[in-house]
Structure formats: structure tokens, C-alpha cells
């Protein structure tokens, strides 16, 4: 059973890698925040694939996928939904929103204003939206790919702490390689490959994948590991905010995901040490820290933060 989940995966992951190129490990990780059932923030400057990433996801499952443009001028409603009064019933009903799907892609999510983007965040943390008093649930599985810019600030709306916190990972793509970039001018001349992918997951399976990482054994040893590094960001003289017990338990669960695409069924220390900063990074806040301008640093100081503990044995 466990060879049969790791093929799944691997398909999953062969077949996103047909168009995001030379970007294994950004790959890897959106596997892991889709076996997690959790989120992802997608964070570089434009024209490296963030968009083309949360298209490939998509497009890679037979789920039902929309793609929200966020722009200043967008309100909650046309994300949630919305009730709509019927003339001929003289009754209202709920028209749903764009978030109603398995797969949201929010393009440029810090483009448009808090009120509009608060409107994700009863949807990313209980996936589902109340609408006039009313609970309406969404589909399963549910993601959300958020994609931003974090060197223009023009025109955007930083993402406030609570937000952030709902992501998994933030993940930055960075520039490919040259070889993989000659690739991508060539096959790019033709059109969107992305366009061309065709589905080798459904929706039956990914609960499946994600059911199954839930059950990947952690030793007790990294709970005391994990919640040290937790701890770690909470006393560290550098920071004013350390990791939440929402940041403590993304990293249990994406480490028990990593596992899972790696063919075990047991986390390993290096589980934890590869996630620690895509997975808390976005979620701590450095003293006199500036919104979005030192994230090299904070990453650096949670790295060093995990490297200076000891690893259970």
C-alpha cells in the first residue's frame, strides 16, 4: 500500500515537473502542502512561474480549479459569494463565490485590500464560509496557492501575521538555471505546455495520500525535537513574535507529508530540519522588523536557530 501512495505521488510530481522546470525542490514542496491538506504562499519577483506552478498543480488533478485575479478594486463577495434575490420566488438564494473549488489559485493576493483578503481566512482554517448566518461548506480537498510579489510595494497590501499564519509553506521560486532556461524558451515557443497536462490524480486519491500521511509514525523524541525549535523562536533575543502552536503543528504535519513522498512510513530528524524554514519563517517577526524587507534574514536566523540544537539520535 505504501509502494502503490509513493507511485501516486511520484506521478503527480513527474508530471508537474514536465513544465515547471529545474525546480525540483519548489515541487517537492507544494507535494508536501498537498498531502498536508494545507496551504501555500508563493513568494518571488514576477515572471519566475508562480502562477504557472499553481496551474500545474491544478491542471495535474482531476479537480475542480479556479483562478482568482486579486486586484484593489475586489470585493469579499465576489470571492465567497453572495445572496441573490429571486424575482420570480420571491426568495433569496446563495450564489456561490469563485473559493467554492478544490484548487484556488489567489494570483497576486497582496494586491488587493485586508478586507477582501480576510475574506479567505474562515475558508483556509475551517474550509468553509458563512454567508448571511448561514454555513456553507466547501469541496474536499480544499488548497489554496497564493502567489506575491514581496519587493513591490506599489499599489499592494502586506499580508497581515494572522493571515500569513494560515499558510503551510512560503515558498520562494527563484531564478532557473540556464540549461533549464534554454529548455523553457524552446518548449515555450510552441505555447503554454501547461495547457497540455492532463489530470493523473483525482480527488478519491488525494484524501487518500493525505489520509495516509496522518498516519506516518513520529517518534516521541521529535515531538521534543520539534516543539525545542518552536521554543527556540519564542526565546530568541532577535525575535518579537515566535512561532504560533498553529506553526508547531504545520511542522508535525509537513514533516509527516516529506516522509510519505520519501516512501517511509516514520519521520526522520532531517524531516523536520528541511521544513523548519519554509514551514516558520513567514510566521515569526524579527525586533524593528520591517514588513517583507528582511526575509533572507529571518530565514537565516531560524536555519541557525535549528542548527544550533542537538538532533535526537
Do not use: W
Amino acid at each position: 500500500m505504501a509502494t502503490q501512495l509513493q507511485s501516486l505521488v511520484g506521478e503527480l510530481e513527474a508530471n508537474m515537473a514536465k513544465v515547471v522546470l529545474g525546480k525540483p525542490g519548489v515541487v517537492r514542496l507544494c507535494m508536501v502542502a498537498l498531502l498536508a491538506g494545507e496551504h501555500i504562499l508563493l513568494e518571488d519577483v514576477p515572471g519566475v512561474g508562480k502562477t504557472l506552478i499553481g496551474k500545474a498543480l491544478a491542471k495535474s488533478i482531476a479537480a475542480k480549479f479556479c483562478r482568482i485575479q486579486f486586484t484593489p478594486d475586489l470585493l469579499p463577495s465576489d470571492i465567497v459569494g453572495s445572496s441573490v434575490f429571486n424575482a420570480k420566488t420571491a426568495e433569496f438564494y446563495f450564489s456561490p463565490g469563485p473559493v467554492f473549488a478544490n484548487i484556488v489559485l489567489a494570483d497576486e493576493i497582496n494586491r488587493t485590500t485586508p478586507r477582501t483578503q480576510s475574506a479567505l481566512l474562515e475558508a483556509m482554517s475551517d474550509s468553509q464560509v458563512s454567508i448571511d448566518g448561514v454555513t456553507h461548506p466547501l469541496p474536499r480537498p480544499f488548497l489554496v496557492i497564493a502567489t506575491q510579489n514581496p519587493f513591490e510595494f506599489e499599489g499592494t497590501y502586506p499580508l497581515p501575521e494572522s493571515q500569513l499564519d494560515r499558510f503551510l509553506l512560503r515558498i520562494s521560486v527563484g531564478y532557473p538555471e540556464r540549461e533549464d532556461e534554454l529548455q523553457v524558451l524552446t518548449i515555450h515557443r510552441r505555447g503554454e505546455p501547461v495547457d497540455e497536462l492532463t489530470p493523473v490524480l483525482d480527488c478519491a486519491q488525494v484524501s487518500s495520500l493525505q489520509q495516509a500521511a496522518r498516519q506516518i509514525g513520529v517518534d516521541e523524541s521529535l515531538h521534543d525535537y520539534l516543539l525545542d525549535i518552536v521554543e527556540a523562536t519564542r526565546n530568541s533575543d532577535e525575535l518579537h513574535v515566535g512561532a504560533s502552536t498553529r506553526g508547531a503543528l504545520c511542522l508535525y504535519r509537513a514533516s509527516q507529508s516529506l516522509a510519505l513522498i520519501e516512501g517511509r512510513d516514520y519521520v526522520v530528524p532531517d524531516d523536520v530540519k528541511r521544513l523548519a524554514v519554509p514551514v516558520l519563517a513567514h510566521r515569526v517577526i524579527t525586533k524593528g522588523y520591517l514588513h517583507g524587507s528582511q526575509r533572507g534574514a529571518v530565514e537565516a536566523l531560524i536555519q541557525r536557530l535549528v542548527d544550533d540544537l542537538p538532533v535526537p539520535a
